[in-house]
């Protein structure tokens, strides 16, 4: 095969050398001399170097998913010698099969977190590999952190409330508050809500903050009375 030579010396007569050409070549050698020629035969199989390549599309290896929504079907072909294929770093809930050639990553991810996989295929020859990530964005989150009961306060009219602070955690991005008495707001900072302010307004007010993100959200509520 073209990469294979031969070369003779002090009466031995070598092949050698890197093929860079997949086939089965038969070869022959044959001896030169003033008499009788004699000769010998071989065979040098050379298997191809398996591919991975792939098919969903552009940029379908890299995705963005809440928790426990399924991802879109990531698939690779797996040619040239490859028997199957192998993936590690998948999210858990995410899992890899071979069918005819392709290998096909799917699932829905109950684990949040960035995860870079890799997918091994499986053959004789040298072996390529392919990535992607997958990127699972948690739930949104909301604690009370001003004190137990602190959501729930009697002032009188034009007299301050106690903050009432709030965590917003997970794939929270801001809140949103609605129920409260005039003078009284909320303000998202650094991933705390804050409820403050002189109420103008006399009643009885139940108030509930919403998170906001990308994926699920979570309130909390409270009251507030105004005498």
């Known amino acids: 095969p073209p990469g294979v030579s031969s070369s003779f010396s002090n009466g031995t007569f070598t092949i050698s050398g890197t093929p860079i050409l997949a086939g089965t070549f038969n070869y022959t050698v044959t001896t030169v001399?003033?008499?009788l020629q004699a000769f010998e035969t071989g065979t040098i199989k050379v298997n191809p170097n398996i591919t991975i390549a792939l098919t969903s599309g552009a940029g379908s290896n890299i995705q963005t998913r809440c928790i426990d929504s399924a991802i879109t079907n990531i698939t690779y072909a797996i040619g040239t010698g490859g028997t199957g294929a192998t993936v590690t770093g998948l999210p858990t809930g995410v899992t890899g099969t071979f069918a005819s050639g392709v290998f096909t990553i799917s699932g829905t991810p109950t684990q949040s977190g960035t995860f870079a996989y890799v997918v091994q295929p499986v053959g004789p020859c040298n072996l390529a590999t392919a990535s992607g990530t997958i990127t699972v964005t948690p739930n949104s989150t909301i604690t009370?952190?001003?004190g137990t009961n602190s959501?729930?306060?009697t002032?009188?009219?034009n007299t301050?409330?106690?903050n009432i602070t709030?965590?917003?955690g997970g794939?929270?991005?801001g809140a949103t508050v609605?129920?409260?008495p005039t003078g009284v707001a909320g303000v998202f900072s650094s991933g705390v809500f804050t409820i403050s302010g002189t109420p103008t307004q006399a009643g009885t007010f139940g108030y509930t903050v919403t998170t906001t993100g990308p994926c699920a959200q979570a309130s909390a509520s409270g009251t507030l009375i105004i005498n």
């Open 160 to 162: 301050s409330i106690s």
């Open 171 to 173: 794939g929270g991005t």
């Open 33 to 35: 001399g003033p008499c």
């Open 178 to 180: 609605t129920g409260l």
């Open 166 to 168: 709030y965590s917003i």
């Open 144 to 146: 009370l952190t001003s």
């Open 155 to 157: 002032k009188c009219l």
């Open 151 to 153: 959501n729930n306060q």
